[in-house]
Structure formats: structure tokens, C-alpha cells
Nanobody, 128 residues
Framework: QVQMVESGGNSVQAGGSLRLSCAAS????????LGWLRQAPGKEREEVAV????????SYSDSVQGRFTISRDNAKRIGYLQLDNLKAEDTAMYYC?????????????????????WGQGTQVTVSS
């Protein structure tokens, strides 16, 4: 049974930090692109970070570049998203997701509908 389970969401003050985790099971995690996406009320789901299976390639949205860091531990089957210098506009439900790797540059080209497996989400609330 495929599962992706996020944890680490919380309520923090602006300028604070959080570390989100995503535990994956039921599929070959090391062969998949890892993505973190978020959705705020009334807004479309937004991809904020993506990482290639081996971790050598990462991509970030302009809104989080320089503040968020994606990482993964394939041996433990866990993905991470470090959120620093949080802003009120970062408030959203955060999801981890996985898409099968199809070749060089593939992870960067992913769009939300391309991800095959999803977690249930973890809430991040930033107060100003």
C-alpha cells in the first residue's frame, strides 16, 4: 500500500522556521522525483520545491527561493522541506508528492497534476 505521510506543520510567527517531513512507503522512493506543494484557501495548488531521485537537482518557486530547502534521505525513505524566514503568505496546507523519474530534467518540468502519489497534507500557519 502506497503511503506518504507528512508531519511537522505548526503555527509560527513571521520570521520563524519549520521542518516538514514526509515518510514514504509502498513504492520505490529512490526512483521518484520528490515534490513539495502547497495550497492556500481559495488558491490553486502551487509547486514550491522539487528534487531529483538522487538529490542532485533541485528547483524552487520564485516565492520560496532562498528561504526553503528540500532534501531527502533515500535510505530512510524520508523527504524534508526546511522552511526559514517564514512569511504570512506562506500560510497553506503543505503536501509532499512523488512522480516517477523519466529522465534528465524531468523533475523540474513536473506540474501538480503530474505527481502520482500524494500525502494528506500538514498545515503551516504563519502569523505576522
Amino acid at each position: 500500500q502506497v503511503q506518504m505521510v507528512e508531519s511537522g506543520g505548526n503555527s509560527v510567527q513571521a520570521g520563524g522556521s519549520l521542518r516538514l517531513s514526509c515518510a514514504a512507503s509502498g513504492f520505490s522512493f529512490r526512483d521518484y522525483c520528490l515534490g513539495w506543494l502547497r495550497q492556500a484557501p481559495g488558491k490553486e495548488r502551487e509547486e514550491v520545491a522539487v528534487m531529483s531521485p538522487g538529490g542532485g537537482t533541485t528547483s524552487y518557486s520564485d516565492s520560496v527561493q532562498g528561504r526553503f530547502t528540500i532534501s531527502r534521505d533515500n535510505a530512510k525513505r524520508i523527504g524534508y522541506l526546511q522552511l526559514d524566514n517564514l512569511k504570512a503568505e506562506d500560510t497553506a496546507m503543505y503536501y509532499c508528492a512523488a512522480a516517477r523519474y523519466t529522465g534528465p530534467g524531468a523533475c523540474r518540468r513536473l506540474r501538480p497534476h503530474d505527481f502520482e502519489y500524494w500525502g494528506q497534507g500538514t498545515q503551516v500557519t504563519v502569523s505576522s
